[in-house]
T-cell receptor, first 118, second 115 residues
């Protein structure tokens, strides 16, 4: 099946710094990418939807100035957590949908990135 | 808005025993239903999905699920589990109006298979 890769898988940073997480579709072109956040023992919560070449659409309650999403190419989307604070510590997961996948409904997920802010 | 409830946070079972992982949803509109599996240190993988048609859906690795509209359930079953089935399982729903754009996930059920 299609492969989506996230990097880094784990990152620890100091409070106030910014962290960038990459999400790449390795063997297909991802027209749409989704970013989720998962707290311990809780659901994956959709943060934003990004379409290649356009601005991301954020879910209600998600600060777009804090969580910057860029989908500059059909194989790469990035999530930047700006001025990170301990409450931003979480597991971030991306998923991607390809050009031809719309009819099947299948999303391909990355491995997730665990962010710890000290 | 939709919501998904997975009542069991953890299900321990012996190898070769049958298992059922429960999923209930709520929605005011018709929905699509999904089960995903997450193995340690890996991304989510689609096990099966219900879009329309037969309410009994067969997926990969011997899993199946049955859509029950009256009970708003989509329980996942396997007649005989293997050690390798140990993983986190997520039920998810999206409504037919938004298509596959927005998935609402349950909190997950950890399946622990022991010898």
């Amino acid at each position: 099946g299609a492969v989506v890769s996230q990097h880094p898988s784990r990152v620890i940073c100091k409070s106030g710094t910014s962290v960038k997480i990459e999400c790449r579709s390795l063997d297909f072109q991802a027209t749409t990418m989704f970013w989720y956040r998962q707290f311990p023992k809780q659901s994956l919560m959709l943060m934003a939807t990004s379409n290649e070449g356009s601005k991301a659409t954020y879910e209600q309650g998600v600060e777009k100035d804090k969580f910057l999403i860029n989908h500059a190419s059909l194989t790469l989307s990035t999530l930047t957590v700006t001025s990170a604070h301990p409450e931003d510590s979480s597991f971030y997961i991306c998923s991607a949908r390809g050009r031809l996948a719309g009819g099947t409904g299948e999303l391909f997920f990355g491995e997730g990135s665990r962010l710890t802010v000290l | 808005a939709q919501s998904v409830t997975q009542l069991d946070s953890q299900v321990p079972v012996f190898e070769e025993a049958p298992v059922e992982l429960r999923c209930n949803y709520s929605s005011s509109v018709s929905v699509y239903l999904f089960w995903y599996v997450q193995y340690p240190n890996q991304g989510l993988q689609l096990l099966l999905k219900y879009l329309s048609g037969s309410t009994l859906v067969k997926g990969i690795n011997g899993f199946e699920a049955e859509f029950n509209k009256s009970q708003t359930s989509f329980h996942l079953r396997k007649p005989s589990v293997h050690i390798s089935d140990t993983a986190e399982y997520f039920c998810a729903v999206s409504d037919m109006n938004t298509g596959f754009q927005k998935l609402v996930f349950g909190t997950g059920t950890r399946l622990l298979v022991s010898p």
